[in-house]
């Protein structure tokens, strides 16, 4: 079954982006039937961070997030497969200055998980050399696939996540800049829970112990799929000024509040199916 879907996706590749974004909808669509656990998953992260929201509004978000996830999986296609200029056709780049005034100086991109992440970091191999960390999963194929289409344009350095800490540390002190993915629940090993939309979610204080470790300056940047089928823009912000300071856990709630002001501009597009509060502080009851 997945070599049939990895087969379509190349042939996807050949069709004109918005026959990309039916498919994407259409696809989403289904998945939000077809999928129990991950809907639940959803419309639980919804209720918890959105109270305010009426039931029905919760609902329509749940269904236009699956949509949204979907259509960047579809997006793959042309990520993985598409010439250089239609990625850098599909994905505008904005703040990029930011980066280019640091001057190879140790650097963390902040990047959270939007539906767009992937997008960003394709259309940011064009110009700069990356170095990133990812995870084996466990369709040997796909992580090909993920691994291939990440290295496709410049020279760019992937650390699994087995390799640890150090190997990103010495890329970043060869002057690239870390795309870091930092905001899901990784369990209660070296943790601290932080607010995350008024609730505690164990979130990783990474951010500001590798800043701290590599002397690097923290830019976020966050990628937008924007509407009607206008591609992707990727925006990269100044950095930030005091950060990280000897607080490690103000530190980590900046992080988290960041995130917190990004997602009202595109609430959708943020990984809610995705189990951010699946560990709980001692005597909680789970929430999954």
């Not at 918890?48 to 009426?54: L, R």
């Not at 505690?200 to 990474?206: D, L, S």
Request: hydrophobic content about 45%; aromatic content about 12%; charged content about 25%.
């Amino acid at each position: 079954m997945r070599r049939i879907i990895f087969g379509l996706l190349w042939i996807a590749h050949f069709l004109p982006y918005q026959a990309l974004v039916v498919i994407g909808n259409v696809v989403g669509f289904l998945a939000f039937w077809l999928i129990p656990e991950r809907r639940q998953v959803t419309r639980i992260n919804l209720e918890k961070c959105f109270p305010e929201k009426s039931a029905l509004e919760r609902e329509q978000l749940a269904r236009a997030h699956f949509r949204a996830f979907c259509r960047s999986f579809v997006d793959r296609a042309l990520l993985w497969w598409a010439p250089r200029a239609r990625i850098e056709h599909l994905v505008r780049i904005e703040g990029l200055e930011h980066l280019r005034a640091l001057n190879n100086a140790p650097v963390i991109l902040f990047a959270p998980h939007f539906a767009g992440l992937d997008a960003g970091f394709a259309r940011l191999a064009c110009e700069v050399n990356m170095v990133s960390m990812y995870a084996n999963q466990k369709d040997a194929r796909f992580s090909e696939l993920l691994r291939q289409g990440r290295t496709r344009f410049g020279d760019q350095r992937l650390v699994s996540r087995q390799e640890g800490i150090r190997a990103t540390l010495a890329s970043m002190r060869e002057g690239r800049p870390f795309y870091y993915l930092p905001d899901q629940d990784y369990g209660p090993r070296e943790t601290l829970f932080v607010p995350f939309f008024g609730v505690p979610a164990a979130t990783t204080p990474g951010l500001a112990r590798i800043a701290r470790v590599a002397g690097a300056k923290v830019l976020p940047c966050v990628t937008q799929m924007l509407a009607r089928g206008d591609g992707y823009v990727v925006r990269i912000e100044p950095a930030w000024d005091n950060f990280p300071t000897p607080d490690l856990l103000a530190d980590t709630r900046r992080m988290n509040a960041y995130i917190e002001r990004r997602v009202p501009d595109m609430p959708e597009q943020y990984l809610w199916m995705h189990k951010r509060f699946k560990t709980r502080p001692d005597g909680e009851a789970r929430f999954y």
